[in-house]
């Protein structure tokens, strides 16, 4: 497992998260034969329908160690898996009801993973040009982020969000039309930002089932706030040193700065630490 998806896998599941072969009625023969059944009960439903706004089979992850697969229909509900590579993580169906503009899951096996934003009991289906996603309620500020950064929308399967199958193909054109306030977010030109300060670090641990991983946490400030259109929540990517991909999570704003939290992994110190002289930007390419 890479790096990049165990750190996603921590986040979506927690400390708690195991395997298949886990103590866990969720992965039971039993179980996993009704989760196939579902999807095929969908399957069924989704040949009948015609331009339904979210009705589909949707993907994300990194076609390694993250393997998002979700498939919904009105009437028959919802499947899911997590794949990685340590097998199946997660899996879970059930029924769906749809309610001003939302899905919500009513699930068959108790969902107690915290931050599993997939299962973040409400989805809002997005258009965005010819393309359909599905993003959790409280997941627009992350959208609003990769999109800033460039990396939605993506060329490829999304690596971050619920996008429909094969949607990836499709154009999306113009802005999407994330709802408010989170529309603010969006931004038309990149904010660029410098650090001026380092106000403290620390050290946090993350375990999951059968590693722990160590991220190392600076506070930085940066010489950019409101006036500036930061808002608390975005992030910034680093651009110099260029040899760095790290990036910052804006936690607090003032007129004229804002502090924000670098998480790097064990081997920041060998790397690089953050420092006065990085400079950032709400765009993570790189001319």
Request: charged share 20%; with cysteine; net charge neutral.
């Amino acid at each position: 497992m890479t790096l990049f998806a165990t750190v996603i896998v921590i986040g979506l599941f927690g400390q708690s998260g195991q395997t298949a072969s886990g103590k866990n009625a969720k992965f039971s023969k039993r179980s996993q034969a009704a989760a196939s059944a579902k999807k095929q009960q969908i399957g069924r439903e989704l040949k009948t329908l015609r331009n339904h706004p979210w009705a589909g089979s949707y993907y994300y992850g990194d076609g390694l160690g993250v393997n998002v697969h979700l498939s919904l229909a009105p009437t028959s509900g919802f499947e899911f898996t997590l794949t990685g590579c340590l097998g199946l993580y997660d899996l879970n169906y059930g029924d769906v009801v749809e309610k001003d503009g939302r899905i919500t899951f009513v699930f068959a096996h108790p969902n107690g993973r915290k931050g599993f934003d997939v299962f973040a009991t409400e989805l809002v289906p997005l258009v965005w040009g010819e393309r359909y996603y599905l993003i959790p309620a409280d997941g627009f500020i992350r959208f609003a982020n990769a999109v800033n950064a460039g990396f939605e929308p993506s060329e490829h399967r999304s690596a971050r969000f619920l996008l429909r199958d094969g949607d990836e193909l499709k154009s999306a054109v113009g802005l999407p039309n994330i709802p408010a306030p989170f529309s603010e977010y969006i931004l038309k030109q990149p904010i660029q930002a410098a650090i001026s300060s380092i106000k403290g670090s620390r050290f946090e641990i993350s375990k999951g089932s059968g590693f722990e991983l160590s991220f190392h946490i600076t506070t930085v400030v940066l010489n950019a706030g409101s006036e500036q259109g930061v808002k608390e929540g975005m992030e910034f990517y680093l651009y110099s040193p260029s040899d760095l991909a790290d990036w910052a999570t804006v936690t607090k704003v003032t007129k004229d700065s804002s502090e924000a939290e670098v998480s790097q992994d064990q081997t920041a110190e060998k790397y690089g630490l953050p420092s006065v002289d990085w400079l950032l930007s709400t765009s993570a390419k790189r001319d």
